[in-house]
């Protein structure tokens, strides 16, 4: 199983960016797929969640109607759609699933800042 995450970068305040993350080495339908992210200091936590075929969306508080997840089961990608970004935005985010265990990417570093 491999997940790599992409599109991660600099931005300003109230800037979008689109993360990806292409999965590998399972049926990519079959599973719920997870973005979570993780401050400096903080715990990581979840921001998003999208069942295999595209239902069961949930969002965390702090992101709900500025972020969007949706995936693309031909490409084996999920992705995030991130809109009117904060500075508190600014973490490493993580593509997660749970095949038998729990798989992690590798992370995309998002920085918001002027």
């Known amino acids: 199983v491999q997940l790599v995450e992409s599109g991660g970068g600099l931005v300003q305040p109230g800037g979008s960016l689109r993360l990806s993350c292409v999965a590998s080495g399972f049926t990519f339908t079959n599973y719920r797929m997870r973005w979570f992210r993780q401050a400096p200091g903080k715990e990581r936590e979840l921001v998003a969640g999208?069942?295999?075929?595209?239902?069961?969306?949930v969002y965390a508080d702090s992101v709900k109607g500025r972020f969007t997840i949706s995936r693309d089961n031909a490409k084996n990608t999920v992705y995030l759609q991130m809109n009117s970004l904060k500075p508190e935005d600014t973490a490493m985010y993580y593509c997660y699933a749970r095949i038998s265990v729990e798989y992690w990417g590798q992370g995309t570093q998002v920085t918001v800042s002027s």
């Open positions: 999208i069942g295999g075929f595209g239902g069961f969306i």
